[in-house]
């Protein structure tokens, strides 16, 4: 019989190394400065060498280690390629967050084929295929933490969000899969799930007064997410505290959900 033991784990990331996908803006930049700051140092891979070169000086400026990545996440030899890049720089790979995403306001009707594919490619598709570099690594070491963002339209219908709802449920059942699987190598698998946050990509969306205020009505907190909003949550599955949580989705929605998505 196991002996309870009350050791407290720590929040801390010091000596260990993270792969942000999407890490160039928004809530990926978000989690790799969490993590920097936790004491990771942080490989941050984003489309643009602008992108990777400012998030890599960001994460320097806070004493950490930085590596910037240009790639395609949709790339099919992108996922191996980014793990063996931060092996080869770092010496190791513990913790992965896949942030890419991508969104298009349509009616469902009104989806071209194209569209869809390049929605679940990046949203979904991908963020396995990632998940399946990084997990010999991983499983090498014993140890291991992937996190996905996955979103609230997984836990709730949104207008004009279809696919990229739908992209969003297949992550949530993909981390429960992999978090069976992989268990037993030491490796945790998570979610993230942002409600309505203000980044690049809803900028449209807040930036106008009207919109702004259709948006936060029904948030208790009467505001949006910023990407500092997900940092308590990134570090959490990023550290040994999460050691016994994984197949799990944590909302972070300023109660949004908790009301039922109406208007308080």
Request: net charge negative; aromatic share 6%.
């Amino acid at each position: 019989m196991m002996t309870p033991t009350f050791d407290m784990p720590s929040l801390r990331l010091d000596g260990r190394v993270a792969l942000v996908t999407g890490g160039g803006r928004g809530l990926g930049l978000g989690a790799a400065l969490a993590l920097a700051h936790a004491g990771a140092g942080v490989a941050v891979v984003a489309r643009t060498t602008e992108q990777v070169n400012e998030a890599a000086d960001r994460i320097r400026a806070l004493g950490r280690e930085a590596l910037g990545i240009v790639a395609d996440v949709t790339d099919p030899d992108s996922a191996g390629t980014c793990a063996a890049q931060v092996v080869a720089h770092f010496g190791r790979l513990d913790i992965l967050v896949y942030a890419a995403g991508i969104n298009v306001r349509v009616p469902a009707d009104q989806f071209s084929r194209d569209d869809y594919e390049t929605i679940m490619r990046v949203n979904a598709e991908s963020a396995f295929f990632f998940a399946q570099a990084a997990r010999p690594i991983m499983q090498a070491q014993g140890h291991g933490r992937i996190i996905v963002i996955g979103s609230v339209a997984a836990e709730v219908a949104i207008p004009r969000v279809s696919v990229y709802a739908m992209s969003k449920g297949a992550l949530k059942q993909m981390v429960k899969a992999l978090a069976i699987e992989w268990a037993r190598d030491g490796i945790t698998v998570n979610a993230v799930a942002p409600g309505r946050f203000w980044t690049a990509m809803t900028d449209a969306i807040f930036s106008d007064p009207q919109l702004h205020a259709s948006a936060v009505r029904v948030i208790p907190m009467g505001r949006p997410g910023t990407p500092s909003d997900l940092a308590g949550a990134i570090v959490l599955f990023a550290s040994d505290a999460s050691a016994y949580i994984t197949g799990q989705t944590l909302v972070v929605d300023g109660g949004w959900l908790a009301g039922g998505g109406v208007e308080g």
